[in-house]
Nanobody
């Protein structure tokens, strides 16, 4: 059973930064791509970023490109999301997930999910 645990969320002012972490259990974690999604209150879950198993390839939504950076440390079974120049529109619960089969930016392509961490950006 794979477990994913997010941390690093919190309250930050607009223009500030946060780094989210996604720690995973299981020896095969490094074999899978991982994605970050977010869900604002009353909204659908949306794709934020993803990273390939090796860390070589990364993908971003247009709304965060140039501000967020996804990375991973397979020795630590951890994926990170560095978020800079945060905006109030970035306020949401952020989830990490292990990718199974399907398109990178589609939530149904991911088979294991963490419980989420709240990010709140004040104006």
């Amino acid at each position: 059973q794979v477990q994913l645990v997010e941390s690093g969320g919190g309250l930050v002012q607009a223009g500030g930064s946060l780094r989210l972490s996604c720690a995973a259990s299981g020896r095969t974690f490094s074999m899978y791509a991982v994605g970050w999604f977010r869900q604002a209150a009353g909204e659908e879950r949306e794709f934020v970023a993803a990273i390939s198993s090796s860390g070589v390839n990364t993908y971003y939504s247009d709304s965060v490109k140039g501000r967020f950076t996804i990375s991973r440390d397979n020795a630590k079974n951890t994926v990170y999301l560095q978020m800079n120049s945060l905006k109030p529109d970035d306020t949401a619960v952020y989830f990490c997930a292990r990718r199974g089969v399907g398109s990178t930016n589609i939530a149904s392509s991911y088979d294991y999910w963490g419980q989420g961490t709240q990010v709140t950006v004040s104006s």
